[in-house]
């Protein structure tokens, strides 16, 4: 039981201590249900990077079907919940389906009219009262017992918070969670990792939608009626200020937030007419500006000031690691033939033929910009090639998306490392596991995932001691040094357990006992019958390493061999020190 | 039913609208083309500029008058803080000492019934300055943020000011006077002597920005600033500058879009917002990147509104951002949006 | 001679990471210098920061002023012009309207005098005045070399550097290019150049230092560090017989 969970406890007994005025609890029940609106953008913004201005509209969508399930249709106000859910989740695989692969602003842009659509949508319907909405709900009632008094709504509210608040803790600390961080930033790694980035986007939204549906199920008992103005656009600005305001990536910030808004509006609306005489909107002034000049002063926002909050979660300990998978049986792991690959008009790479097999360290080597990048991204399927054709353990992989290789027992490093920045060194590694695990979301949420998880960071642990780094296991991931992110990068495929390994400069930025045993590491990955292709700069590390090196110069390649004949090959020299001028 | 005369009106009215929409659009990819930042309080500048010319129809000092200098004061403390004392005096004349001329100038003529093309003018000189201020205050300060947290500080903006606008102008709308009343009949068409108005003002600013753009070594900066910031640092220019300019240009095409709008509508004090979406939607639709194509989409979404102001005009406005998602879907399809920016 | 450019201590982060430390480089007026050093070395950091584009430590005095936290604009007013390794050309503009550009610094200057520069940079590099209709993100690899380095000498600079001017091109191109720069030279332009391509550098220029790991490690004439087998070494590791 963690402290955010005491408190919560607390806050729900608290409305019941004799002499507790019955306004600070209704107040307490309005920051309850807007809390729950804003954890759902702490993990739609905060976590997966996705800025959403409809929330207030999702949340409309519960709240009107509650109305029309127990006053319309007079049946359960209970039954209501699953209509809210249903109504707010269907809204959002509605909407995702049509804006979620929009990037960044274009996805935030969509929100805002969607924001505006819905609300004219709310009050231009005949079955949703128009203006004047739908009135006169019924209250919730528990065994006969009508839920009427603010209290007992404050306890509905709190046990909803709870809930909300374990669930989305259970999510985030699940293989699923760690997908949702990678959105943010991670991306390209996850994707390599064999994450479907397209499903983890819907599964945010859906999430967030569904914590909104909850929210407007509630709002609507509370409040006992339901009409279209605080599910308008300027609510769905000031949920997401809320998130902002307590720190998008923390979920005790959405608590935070919502009380700090809640209250702020409250103590304004009291005093502003006060001051300025009725009809003004001063809030709207405060807010708008509280919000630019927050992103100016404290952009993670209030609770990682307040709370020494470490983000890293606790993770299950497991001893027994995930069984490794058989090995394909063909010998040839990775073969490239004639890869054309142009950008506009520059050619990066021309006829591009290599093979690597089972069991062998290959190096592609050249000097910079002779397609090396370009080369490693067509044969990893992060980019695809004009023309040629790229087999991965006997399979055609051409055209394959980055997921697809990886499910074909490809994994791989990337030369700027591209760890998660909200993830510690051990669940990024445990990232890189993500297609060995099998748990869904529901699962994860109920906590049905945890023998599961127990191997996955066994899996992870022991691949992070392979690298030599299991004594920084629950460090954030950034703070390693840059040559130790690589590292952290190369534990991350070996977690996957795959076939063939792709690095893009591991050696770079390492010391010179840590590339020693790098060198060893990736000799003993390769006995072990791994098939290591490598991009290096560094000519003494790939030179006592590879079996094979491969040279490109202009995208094409000018030598092929062993290292002793590379080193002796005039076209080399020439590639790499230049002829004299 | 709809017959000929029907149609032709509400063409008329589609494409007179769709010009001033086509305006903003402009705007918008203009100040997200240098400055990475999605207007969003593109419209209360319209709307303001919109009561300010209905304002002086009536001889009344312009209510906006208080909120340029607050906002110049505003901007020049911000100014002062980020530059550290540097350059103050530039500084001064361009926040403190352009509004409070400028107010001077509104303070005297706004009695004398100057005229309408005087007015116009006027109510342009009040509002616009604030766009480049409201740069200095929000956006100048976040220069390497993401555009996602600039929208989010646009959105910030939006709030504010729709509050401000409220505390300026009061609950009540306005109509400004039009620019002419006269009325052609053309077969069975009724043209009005506004929205002749509007379509040439709309084409002499569209073309003076291209000329300006073209033609000129500050357009072609600007345009420079736009396609590669290191690349315009390199060649001298100050991206800091491009983007005040962008942001004069903005708001003097809001201003513009403001007054011609006047007239053809009742404006309340927030309801530039949602003419601004509209230049979003075409803005949008063209990508936030090419001009002719968001002109040309600002003219259909015009068009959309109109019918659909005919034919189900309570639901007009889920049809006109209804008219987005086939874009989107398009768009989405086209290109996958992974790690497209930041 | 007294310096033009005296870098002292110059100490680059980014992310977080220390990519240049204390690096100390000096420039004297008509001279060519290089900085040679393999990939990652902090070559193009160190050029971006004297530049003015990201942000460093330590002090970098040009013509004796201290120029160090000024912005990359205010740079280029006093006379610094640099060739980055992106080229960062306006890509959707003409050839000609990126040199008009790169003449922005004297855009209160006489039609003339800029009429002059343009000629100029035309008859420097002929094929950029075929092309000057052209967009820029059209050109070939060496020709977007040439525009850049035309940009950057329209605004009439006195230290020019050039980051892998080399990178990515055929050896004919690379050859004209190493020409241009000497002519460059000639006329009393100072160059600083970083290169991959040590031998050509070292050919061409009169002191270079050698960067590894974001420091420097050798200094000195440039025919001294030619014959110096530490340099072979560094770019193609140590012969068998010399490892552990």
Same mark, same amino acid.
């Given at each position: 039981?963690?402290?955010?969970?005491?408190?919560?406890?607390?806050?729900?007994?608290?409305?019941?201590?004799?002499?507790?005025?019955?306004?600070?609890?209704?107040?307490?029940?309005?920051?309850?249900?807007?809390?729950?609106?804003?954890?759902?953008?702490?993990?739609?913004?905060?976590?997966?990077?996705?800025?959403?201005?409809?929330?207030?509209?999702?949340?409309?969508?519960?709240?009107?079907?509650?109305?029309?399930?127990?006053?319309?249709?007079?049946?359960?106000?209970?039954?209501?919940?699953?209509?809210?859910?249903?109504?707010?989740?269907?809204?959002?695989?509605?909407?995702?389906?049509?804006?979620?692969?929009?990037?960044?602003?274009?996805?935030?842009?969509?929100?805002?009219?969607?924001?505006?659509?819905?609300?004219?949508?709310?009050?231009?319907?005949?079955?949703?009262?128009?203006?004047?909405?739908?009135?006169?709900?019924?209250?919730?009632?528990?065994?006969?017992?009508?839920?009427?008094?603010?209290?007992?709504?404050?306890?509905?509210?709190?046990?909803?918070?709870?809930?909300?608040?374990?669930?989305?803790?259970?999510?985030?600390?699940?293989?699923?969670?760690?997908?949702?961080?990678?959105?943010?930033?991670?991306?390209?790694?996850?994707?390599?990792?064999?994450?479907?980035?397209?499903?983890?986007?819907?599964?945010?939204?859906?999430?967030?939608?569904?914590?909104?549906?909850?929210?407007?199920?509630?709002?609507?008992?509370?409040?006992?009626?339901?009409?279209?103005?605080?599910?308008?656009?300027?609510?769905?600005?000031?949920?997401?200020?809320?998130?902002?305001?307590?720190?998008?990536?923390?979920?005790?910030?959405?608590?935070?937030?919502?009380?700090?808004?809640?209250?702020?509006?409250?103590?304004?609306?009291?005093?502003?007419?006060?001051?300025?005489?009725?009809?003004?909107?001063?809030?709207?002034?405060?807010?708008?500006?509280?919000?630019?000049?927050?992103?100016?002063?404290?952009?993670?926002?209030?609770?990682?000031?307040?709370?020494?909050?470490?983000?890293?979660?606790?993770?299950?300990?497991?001893?027994?690691?995930?069984?490794?998978?058989?090995?394909?049986?063909?010998?040839?792991?990775?073969?490239?033939?004639?890869?054309?690959?142009?950008?506009?008009?520059?050619?990066?790479?021309?006829?591009?033929?290599?093979?690597?097999?089972?069991?062998?360290?290959?190096?592609?080597?050249?000097?910079?910009?002779?397609?090396?990048?370009?080369?490693?991204?067509?044969?990893?399927?992060?980019?695809?090639?004009?023309?040629?054709?790229?087999?991965?353990?006997?399979?055609?992989?051409?055209?394959?998306?980055?997921?697809?290789?990886?499910?074909?027992?490809?994994?791989?490093?990337?030369?700027?490392?591209?760890?998660?920045?909200?993830?510690?060194?051990?669940?990024?590694?445990?990232?890189?596991?993500?297609?060995?695990?099998?748990?869904?979301?529901?699962?994860?949420?109920?906590?049905?995932?945890?023998?599961?998880?127990?191997?996955?960071?066994?899996?992870?642990?022991?691949?992070?001691?392979?690298?030599?780094?299991?004594?920084?296991?629950?460090?954030?991931?950034?703070?390693?040094?840059?040559?130790?992110?690589?590292?952290?990068?190369?534990?991350?495929?070996?977690?996957?357990?795959?076939?063939?390994?792709?690095?893009?400069?591991?050696?770079?930025?390492?010391?010179?006992?840590?590339?020693?045993?790098?060198?060893?590491?990736?000799?003993?990955?390769?006995?072990?019958?791994?098939?290591?292709?490598?991009?290096?700069?560094?000519?003494?590390?790939?030179?006592?390493?590879?079996?094979?090196?491969?040279?490109?110069?202009?995208?094409?390649?000018?030598?092929?061999?062993?290292?002793?004949?590379?080193?002796?090959?005039?076209?080399?020299?020439?590639?790499?020190?230049?002829?004299?001028? | 039913?709809?017959?000929?005369?029907?149609?032709?009106?509400?063409?008329?009215?589609?494409?007179?609208?769709?010009?001033?929409?086509?305006?903003?659009?402009?705007?918008?990819?203009?100040?997200?083309?240098?400055?990475?930042?999605?207007?969003?309080?593109?419209?209360?500048?319209?709307?303001?500029?919109?009561?300010?010319?209905?304002?002086?129809?009536?001889?009344?000092?312009?209510?906006?008058?208080?909120?340029?200098?607050?906002?110049?004061?505003? #901007?020049?403390?911000?100014?002062?803080?980020?530059?550290?004392?540097?350059?103050?005096?530039?500084?001064?004349?361009?926040?403190?000492?352009?509004?409070?001329?400028?107010?001077?100038? #509104?303070?005297?003529?706004?009695?004398?019934? #100057?005229?309408?093309?005087?007015?116009?003018?006027?109510?342009?000189?009040?509002?616009?300055?604030?766009?480049?201020?409201?740069?200095?205050?929000?956006?100048?300060?976040?220069? &390497?943020?993401?555009?996602?947290?600039?929208?989010?500080?646009?959105?910030?903006?939006?709030?504010?000011?729709?509050?401000?606008?409220?505390?300026?102008?009061?609950?009540?709308?306005?109509?400004?006077?039009?620019?002419?009343?006269?009325?052609?009949?053309?077969?069975?068409?009724?043209?009005?002597?506004?929205? %002749?108005?509007?379509?040439?003002?709309?084409?002499?600013?569209?073309?003076?920005?291209?000329?300006?753009?073209?033609?000129?070594?500050?357009?072609?900066?600007?345009? #420079?600033?736009?396609?590669?910031?290191?690349?315009?640092?390199?060649?001298?220019?100050?991206?800091?500058?491009?983007?005040?300019?962008?942001?004069?240009?903005?708001?003097?095409?809001?201003?513009?879009?403001?007054?011609?709008?006047?007239?053809?509508?009742?404006?309340?004090?927030?309801?530039?917002?949602?003419?601004?979406?509209?230049?979003?939607?075409?803005?949008?639709?063209?990508?936030?990147?090419?001009?002719?194509?968001?002109?040309?989409?600002?003219?259909?979404?015009?068009?959309?509104?109109?019918?659909?102001?005919?034919?189900?005009?309570?639901?007009? &406005?889920?049809?006109?951002?209804?008219?987005?998602?086939? %874009?989107?879907?398009?768009?989405?399809?086209?290109?996958?949006?992974?790690? &497209?920016?930041? | 001679?007294?310096?033009?450019?005296?870098?002292?201590?110059?100490?680059?982060?980014?992310?977080?990471?220390?990519?240049?430390?204390?690096?100390?480089?000096?420039?004297?007026?008509?001279?060519?210098?290089?900085?040679?050093?393999?990939?990652?070395?902090?070559?193009?950091?160190?050029?971006?920061?004297?530049?003015?584009?990201?942000?460093?430590?330590?002090?970098?005095?040009?013509?004796?002023?201290?120029?160090?936290?000024?912005?990359?604009?205010?740079?280029?007013?006093?006379?610094?012009?640099?060739?980055?390794?992106?080229?960062?050309?306006?890509?959707?503009?003409?050839?000609?309207?990126?040199?008009?550009?790169?003449?922005?610094?004297?855009?209160?200057?006489?039609?003339?005098?800029?009429?002059?520069?343009?000629?100029?940079?035309?008859?420097?590099?002929?094929?950029?005045?075929?092309?000057?209709?052209?967009?820029?993100?059209?050109?070939?690899?060496?020709?977007?070399?040439?525009?850049?380095?035309?940009?950057?000498?329209?605004?009439?600079?006195?230290?020019?550097?050039?980051?892998?001017?080399?990178?990515?091109?055929?050896?004919?191109?690379?050859?004209?290019?190493?020409?241009?720069?000497?002519?460059?030279?000639?006329?009393?332009?100072?160059?600083?150049?970083?290169?991959?391509?040590?031998?050509?550098?070292?050919?061409?220029?009169?002191?270079?230092?050698?960067?590894?790991?974001?420091?420097?490690?050798?200094?000195?004439?440039?025919?001294?560090?030619?014959?110096?087998?530490?340099?072979?070494?560094?770019?193609?590791?140590?012969?068998?017989?010399?490892?552990?």
């Amino acid at each position: 039981m963690t402290r955010p969970m005491l408190i919560l406890i607390a806050l729900i007994l608290l409305p019941w201590l004799p002499g507790m005025p019955l306004f600070w609890v209704s107040l307490a029940n309005q920051i309850g249900i807007s809390a729950i609106v804003a954890m759902g953008l702490v993990v739609l913004t905060g976590i997966a990077g996705m800025t959403s201005f409809v929330q207030a509209g999702l949340m409309g969508f519960g709240a009107y079907a509650a109305a029309l399930v127990a006053q319309s249709w007079g049946l359960s106000p209970w039954l209501g919940l699953p209509a809210a859910l249903l109504a707010s989740g269907l809204a959002a695989v509605l909407m995702g389906a049509v804006t979620l692969r929009l990037s960044g602003h274009y996805l935030a842009l969509s929100t805002i009219a969607w924001g505006v659509s819905l609300y004219f949508l709310f009050v231009n319907l005949d079955i949703l009262g128009r203006n004047d909405g739908l009135s006169g709900l019924p209250p919730l009632s528990v065994a006969g017992y009508r839920l009427i008094d603010v209290r007992a709504s404050a306890m509905v509210i709190g046990v909803s918070l709870l809930l909300s608040f374990i669930a989305t803790r259970n999510l985030l600390n699940s293989r699923w969670g760690r997908a949702l961080h990678a959105l943010q930033g991670g991306e390209v790694a996850a994707a390599s990792a064999g994450v479907n980035l397209g499903q983890a986007r819907l599964l945010a939204f859906v999430y967030a939608a569904l914590l909104a549906g909850l929210a407007g199920w509630l709002f609507a008992h509370l409040q006992r009626a339901v009409s279209p103005n605080p599910f308008g656009l300027v609510a769905g600005i000031q949920y997401l200020l809320m998130a902002v305001l307590g720190g998008a990536g923390f979920l005790p910030g959405a608590l935070l937030g919502a009380a700090i808004v809640v209250l702020v509006n409250n103590w304004l609306q009291d005093l502003l007419p006060l001051l300025l005489g009725a009809g003004v909107n001063a809030e709207t002034v405060v807010f708008g500006a509280g919000l630019v000049v927050l992103l100016q002063a404290a952009p993670t926002g209030l609770w990682p000031l307040l709370a020494r909050a470490s983000a890293m979660a606790h993770h299950p300990q497991g001893r027994t690691a995930l069984p490794a998978p058989s090995a394909p049986n063909a010998t040839e792991l990775l073969q490239a033939t004639r890869l054309h690959r142009r950008f506009g008009g520059l050619v990066a790479v021309a006829d591009l033929s290599l093979s690597l097999h089972k069991g062998e360290i290959l190096g592609l080597i050249g000097p910079n910009g002779a397609g090396k990048s370009t080369s490693f991204n067509l044969l990893s399927g992060v980019d695809h090639p004009d023309s040629g054709r790229v087999m991965l353990a006997g399979t055609d992989a051409t055209g394959l998306a980055a997921p697809e290789m990886a499910k074909l027992g490809l994994a791989r490093s990337f030369q700027h490392a591209r760890l998660v920045a909200g993830l510690s060194v051990i669940e990024n590694v445990a990232l890189g596991a993500h297609l060995r695990g099998t748990a869904s979301p529901l699962q994860a949420i109920l906590r049905r995932d945890r023998a599961e998880e127990a191997a996955l960071f066994a899996t992870a642990a022991r691949a992070l001691d392979r690298v030599g780094l299991l004594a920084e296991a629950d460090r954030p991931a950034t703070s390693l040094a840059l040559g130790q992110q690589r590292l952290v990068e190369i534990a991350r495929a070996l977690a996957a357990s795959p076939a063939v390994l792709l690095l893009d400069e591991p050696a770079a930025g390492l010391r010179h006992a840590e590339k020693q045993a790098l060198a060893a590491l990736l000799r003993q990955l390769a006995a072990s019958g791994m098939g290591v292709l490598l991009v290096e700069h560094d000519m003494e590390f790939v030179m006592s390493l590879a079996h094979r090196l491969v040279v490109l110069d202009f995208g094409t390649v000018i030598a092929a061999g062993t290292p002793a004949e590379i080193r002796q090959s005039p076209a080399v020299i020439e590639a790499y020190l230049g002829a004299a001028a | 039913m709809m017959d000929l005369s029907i149609l032709l009106a509400l063409l008329q009215d589609g494409v007179v609208s769709g010009a001033v929409y086509g305006l903003l659009a402009l705007a918008l990819v203009l100040v997200f083309a240098v400055t990475r930042v999605i207007l969003i309080p593109v419209g209360e500048l319209v709307s303001f500029t919109a009561l300010t010319y209905a304002g002086l129809e009536d001889g009344q000092i312009p209510e906006a008058l208080p909120l340029l200098l607050a906002l110049g004061a505003l #901007a020049f403390l911000r100014g002062a803080l980020q530059d550290r004392g540097r350059s103050l005096g530039s500084l001064a004349l361009q926040t403190l000492v352009l509004p409070a001329a400028i107010a001077g100038c #509104a303070v005297l003529i706004a009695p004398l019934h #100057a005229g309408i093309a005087v007015q116009a003018g006027l109510a342009i000189a009040v509002v616009a300055p604030m766009a480049p201020l409201l740069y200095r205050i929000a956006f100048r300060p976040l220069p &390497e943020a993401s555009v996602l947290v600039k929208l989010i500080a646009a959105v910030g903006v939006h709030l504010a000011l729709t509050g401000l606008g409220l505390l300026c102008f009061g609950p009540e709308g306005a109509r400004g006077p039009a620019f002419s009343d006269a009325v052609l009949t053309l077969g069975p068409m009724i043209l009005t002597g506004q929205a %002749v108005w509007v379509i040439f003002c709309t084409t002499a600013a569209m073309a003076a920005l291209w000329a300006f753009f073209r033609l000129s070594l500050a357009g072609a900066a600007l345009r #420079a600033t736009a396609i590669n910031r290191r690349g315009a640092r390199l060649v001298g220019i100050s991206p800091d500058r491009s983007g005040l300019l962008a942001f004069w240009l903005a708001g003097l095409i809001a201003g513009l879009s403001g007054v011609l709008i006047a007239p053809l509508t009742t404006v309340y004090y927030d309801g530039g917002f949602l003419i601004g979406l509209k230049g979003f939607v075409a803005a949008i639709i063209a990508g936030l990147g090419s001009y002719p194509l968001a002109i040309a989409a600002a003219l259909v979404v015009g068009v959309v509104e109109s019918l659909s102001a005919f034919w189900a005009s309570d639901f007009k &406005e889920v049809i006109v951002f209804s008219v987005i998602i086939p %874009v989107l879907l398009w768009r989405s399809l086209r290109h996958c949006a992974v790690g &497209e920016e930041e | 001679m007294s310096a033009l450019l005296q870098a002292t201590g110059i100490t680059i982060a980014y992310r977080g990471v220390r990519a240049v430390h204390g690096v100390s480089v000096s420039v004297a007026q008509g001279e060519i210098a290089s900085v040679i050093g393999p990939n990652g070395a902090g070559k193009s950091s160190l050029l971006a920061g004297l530049m003015g584009l990201i942000p460093s430590g330590g002090q970098v005095l040009f013509e004796g002023e201290d120029i160090s936290g000024l912005p990359a604009e205010a740079r280029v007013a006093r006379g610094l012009a640099l060739v980055p390794e992106t080229r960062d050309l306006f890509a959707t503009m003409s050839v000609a309207d990126n040199l008009r550009l790169g003449g922005y610094r004297h855009r209160f200057d006489t039609k003339a005098g800029r009429t002059r520069d343009l000629d100029a940079a035309y008859a420097m590099f002929p094929r950029l005045a075929e092309r000057r209709g052209q967009l820029a993100g059209l050109l070939s690899g060496g020709e977007r070399q040439m525009l850049a380095m035309a940009r950057a000498l329209m605004a009439r600079p006195r230290l020019l550097m050039l980051d892998e001017p080399s990178l990515g091109l055929a050896p004919l191109i690379v050859r004209d290019i190493f020409r241009t720069v000497a002519g460059l030279r000639d006329q009393g332009v100072s160059v600083l150049l970083v290169e991959q391509n040590a031998r050509a550098a070292l050919a061409l220029s009169a002191h270079a230092s050698v960067l590894e790991g974001g420091r420097v490690t050798l200094s000195g004439p440039s025919a001294m560090l030619a014959a110096d087998p530490r340099v072979t070494e560094m770019y193609l590791g140590a012969a068998p017989a010399a490892m552990a």
